[in-house]
């Protein structure tokens, strides 16, 4: 069994300190693919949905979206104020090592359940973001697309009293709950004048079958499987595990709580997810 020292890491009880071994252990001399999520980014400043000290909140369904102006402007005020910070959030140490892995050709690449595009922007090159992406909106009339900067701009422009507004709490999703709404001005599709739409997957919608199509592929062409920063409360995360686990691939789990799929996996190590990757992008290259 491999003995964590001599890295750069914090100080790890013993205990856990064993179960990183072993994880080094079970994935060295292997190809890996990453599942990520909200626990990655926690250490960039964006909270966890689910994880200890998470906001009591219910993120706006689609129906929800779709269905009520009112429901829209809610949203578009919270998320534009969220999205400020959110967007100046950078990536951390867990992104990196991540990314450090991939270009040393160990980690395969990287699925993620998070919208942030903080693995894109830490460099990793093959990244599978599962629920969409901030960075775009799309006209759910026309399917226009639009950087979600220039929209940011536009939406300041018509709505000036935004730029004052710093009281923010953030979401994981960059969206927040402001008090009032009934000012705001929604954005609208300047090709056609319909409805505009983050592209993110929202509750109550299905993820794209060729996205989870493309997620599977990554597990299939890897060696093993790690998953961190994730409860797997969603499905696509628990089916992903599946397919790794019947093609009898070690699935090691960092994350701080329980998950859906402790018992089955190879190793679980029960803490954040930052310094367990760093940890992981030092040893996997010395292992080989």
């Given at each position: 069994?491999?003995?964590?020292?001599?890295?750069?890491?914090?100080?790890?009880?013993?205990?856990?300190?064993?179960?990183?071994?072993?994880?080094?252990?079970?994935?060295?001399?292997?190809?890996?693919?990453?599942?990520?999520?909200?626990?990655?980014?926690?250490?960039?400043?964006?909270?966890?949905?689910?994880?200890?000290?998470?906001?009591?909140?219910?993120?706006?369904?689609?129906?929800?979206?779709?269905?009520?102006?009112?429901?829209?402007?809610?949203?578009?005020?919270?998320?534009?104020?969220?999205?400020?910070?959110?967007?100046?959030?950078?990536?951390?140490?867990?992104?990196?090592?991540?990314?450090?892995?991939?270009?040393?050709?160990?980690?395969?690449?990287?699925?993620?359940?998070?919208?942030?595009?903080?693995?894109?922007?830490?460099?990793?090159?093959?990244?599978?973001?599962?629920?969409?992406t901030m960075r775009r909106v799309f006209c759910t009339h026309c399917g226009q697309v639009f950087d979600r900067r220039d929209l940011a701009v536009r939406v300041e422009a018509d709505n000036p009293w935004l730029a004052i507004d710093d009281d923010v709490v953030l979401g994981p999703d960059g969206d927040v709950r402001p008090e009032t709404v009934e000012d705001f001005v929604v954005p609208m599709c300047t090709v056609c004048d319909g409805m505009l739409k983050p592209d993110v997957v929202?509750?109550?919608?299905?993820?794209?079958?060729?996205?989870?199509?493309?997620?599977?592929?990554?597990?299939?062409?890897?060696?093993?499987?790690?998953?961190?920063?994730?409860?797997?409360?969603?499905?696509?995360?628990?089916?992903?595990?599946?397919?790794?686990?019947?093609?009898?691939?070690?699935?090691?789990?960092?994350?701080?709580?329980?998950?859906?799929?402790?018992?089955?996996?190879?190793?679980?190590?029960?803490?954040?997810?930052?310094?367990?990757?760093?940890?992981?992008?030092?040893?996997?290259?010395?292992?080989?």
């Amino acid at each position: 069994m491999t003995i964590v020292t001599g890295l750069d890491t914090d100080e790890y009880d013993p205990a856990t300190s064993a179960l990183i071994g072993r994880a080094i252990d079970a994935l060295a001399g292997r190809r890996v693919a990453f599942l990520t999520g909200a626990g990655v980014s926690t250490d960039s400043g964006i909270p966890d949905y689910r994880g200890k000290g998470a906001p009591e909140r219910t993120p706006m369904t689609a129906q929800q979206f779709l269905a009520s102006e009112q429901a829209r402007r809610r949203y578009w005020v919270g998320s534009h104020l969220g999205w400020r910070t959110f967007a100046s959030a950078s990536p951390n140490g867990g992104h990196e090592a991540i990314a450090s892995l991939e270009a040393s050709e160990i980690a395969t690449g990287v699925v993620t359940q998070n919208v942030d595009g903080l693995h894109v922007r830490a460099g990793s090159r093959r990244v599978v973001e599962l629920h969409g992406t901030m960075r775009r909106v799309f006209c759910t009339h026309c399917g226009q697309v639009f950087d979600r900067r220039d929209l940011a701009v536009r939406v300041e422009a018509d709505n000036p009293w935004l730029a004052i507004d710093d009281d923010v709490v953030l979401g994981p999703d960059g969206d927040v709950r402001p008090e009032t709404v009934e000012d705001f001005v929604v954005p609208m599709c300047t090709v056609c004048d319909g409805m505009l739409k983050p592209d993110v997957v929202f509750f109550g919608e299905f993820i794209p079958a060729e996205k989870f199509r493309e997620a599977e592929q990554l597990v299939h062409t890897s060696e093993a499987l790690v998953v961190a920063g994730s409860s797997l409360v969603v499905n696509s995360g628990i089916r992903l595990v599946e397919r790794a686990r019947r093609r009898k691939l070690p699935v090691v789990i960092i994350n701080r709580g329980a998950t859906r799929v402790d018992a089955r996996a190879t190793v679980k190590i029960d803490t954040g997810a930052t310094e367990v990757l760093r940890t992981l992008a030092v040893a996997l290259p010395a292992a080989r």
